[in-house]
Antibody, heavy 121, light 106 residues
Framework: EVQLVESGGGLVQPGGSLKLSCAASGFTFSGSAMHWVRQASGKGLEWVGRIRSKANSYATAYAASVKGRFTISRDDSKNTAYLQMNSLKTEDTAVYYC????????????WGQGTLVTVSS | EIVLTQSPATLSLSPGERATLSCRASQSVSSYLAWYQQKPGQAPRLLIYDASNRATGIPARFSGSGSGTDFTLTISSLEPEDFAVYYCQQRSNWFTFGPGTKVDIK
């Protein structure tokens, strides 16, 4: 079964840092681009960023709203992707989902269950 | 940035009725459009990709159409489990989502 499990969410003060993890199983993780998408409470979905595979030089890309503050990385030996979030703002409060860019049709499938990040003093 | 607009914001229907959801892009996205379903407390699930292809395991009552800037998701006969929020997404120019259409029970 293809599965993604996020962890690492929690409460952090404005200006603080947090690192999220996304553990993958059931598919060839090393060959897949991985994305992070967030959703504020009661709001829609916002793409955060992605990391491509080793074959594509682990290229990363970010939304303008997080560029320079967030960093996506991966450890193919652990089948895990990461989202390092620095200089957090209250507007970064959201559920963060990781998702696979499905090889072949290149859409987001499947998604993890999400992890809640709350930025508040 | 490509902006996606969805209409209506809310669609109130009864089980067995036909649902028609619209997604409009601010510029052409060719056929690079997908639809996702999200139920309360759950992650989104891919329904339709490349405008008209059903994802694995998606029932035939879900269908997608359109190209360029105008797209439609149709649910031919609503089942109780179909009441949810539906998002469109484009990947023609990076990735953006529409604001969603909530399909609720009339």
């Amino acid at each position: 079964e293809v599965q993604l499990v996020e962890s690492g969410g929690g409460l952090v003060q404005p200006g603080g840092s947090l690192k999220l993890s996304c553990a993958a199983s059931g598919f060839t993780f090393s060959g897949s681009a991985m994305h992070w998408v967030r959703q504020a409470s009661g709001k829609g979905l916002e793409w955060v960023g992605r990391i491509r595979s080793k074959a594509n030089s682990y290229a990363t890309a970010y939304a303008a709203s997080v560029k320079g503050r967030f960093t996506i990385s991966r450890d193919d030996s652990k089948n895990t992707a990461y989202l390092q979030m620095n200089s957090l703002k209250t507007e970064d409060t959201a559920v963060y989902y990781c998702t696979r860019q499905y090889p072949g049709h290149n859409w987001f499938d499947p998604w993890g269950q999400g992890t809640l990040v709350t930025v508040s003093s | 940035e490509i902006v996606l607009t969805q209409s209506p914001a809310t669609l109130s229907l009864s089980p067995g009725e036909r649902a028609t959801l619209s997604c409009r892009a601010s510029q052409s996205v060719s056929s690079y459009l997908a639809w996702y379903q999200q139920k309360p407390g759950q992650a989104p699930r891919l329904l339709i990709y490349d405008a008209s292809n059903r994802a694995t395991g998606i029932p035939a009552r879900f269908s997608g159409s359109g190209s360029g800037t105008d797209f439609t998701l149709t649910i031919s006969s609503l089942e109780p489990e179909d009441f949810a929020v539906y998002y469109c997404q484009q990947r023609s120019n990076w990735f953006t989502f529409g604001p969603g259409t909530k399909v609720d029970i009339k």
